[in-house]
């Protein structure tokens, strides 16, 4: 099982937004790659800080397998798209894990 964690800095100006589009726009279109088993949206407790705050997405993919082939067919459009509608406001990093 590998997990693919997005870790996104928010500015809290725009975090109602942002929790809605994740929840109605955004984790539905990533999972809808039929890529991914499963999914969750965390946001990190005491992390408020200088006017942000940080959420993970974890999305679940049964193989490495499986997630290069998110990252050749869909990744780059659907970073996109967060890109384009928050700009610098959301700022995204990835770590991929590994179950042992």
């Not at 994740?22 to 279109?29: E, G, L, S, V």
């Not at 869909?74 to 384009?84: D, G, I, S």
Request: charged content about 25%; cysteine-free.
């Amino acid at each position: 099982m590998i997990l693919y964690n997005i870790t996104f800095t928010i500015s809290i100006e725009i975090e109602d937004d942002f929790i809605g589009w994740m929840k109605d726009t955004h984790i539905p279109d990533i999972f809808a790659t039929g890529l991914f088993t499963e999914h969750k949206f965390y946001r990190l407790m005491n992390s408020i800080q200088d006017g942000s705050t940080n959420y993970s997405l974890q999305f679940f993919a049964e193989s490495t397998a499986k997630l290069i082939e998110y990252e050749n067919r869909f990744a780059n459009a659907l970073r996109y798209e967060t890109q384009a509608r928050y700009g610098e406001k959301a700022l995204a990093f990835r770590s991929l894990l590994e179950l042992v």
